[in-house]
Nanobody
């Protein structure tokens, strides 16, 4: 059983930056990880992922503004978010896949004010 703990959510003004972190209770080596986000009444959408080999993908809406990275020594994945927009407001969830099982963190709230 993998546990994921996110941190870094906050209230910031549009144009600002935030860094979200997610620590896994187990090794992340070779496992895909990433970030999804969800707003009330809507489905959970992919934001950014990083494969076990380090290949990254991004939603079109965040490409060029967000960067996903990982620290294998710390079992951590990080989402650096720059040039934040009001529409980035959401609960952000950390995700990890291990042996075809998806694990999720508890979510961290990101709120962007105009």
């Amino acid at each position: 059983q993998v546990q994921l703990v996110e941190s870094g959510g906050d209230l910031v003004q549009a144009g600002g930056s935030l860094k979200l972190s997610c620590v896994s209770s187990g090794s992340i080596f070779g496992r895909p990880m990433g970030w999804y986000r969800q707003t009330p009444g809507k489905q959970r959408d992919l934001v950014a992922t990083i494969t076990g080999g380090g290949y990254t993908t991004y939603a079109n809406s965040v490409r060029g503004r967000f960067t996903v990275s990982r620290d294998l020594a710390k079992n951590m994945v990080v989402l650096q978010m720059n040039s934040l927009k009001v529409e980035d407001t959401a609960v952000y969830y950390c995700w990890l896949r291990d042996d075809d099982v998806d694990y999720w963190g508890q979510g961290t709230q990101v709120t962007i004010s105009p």
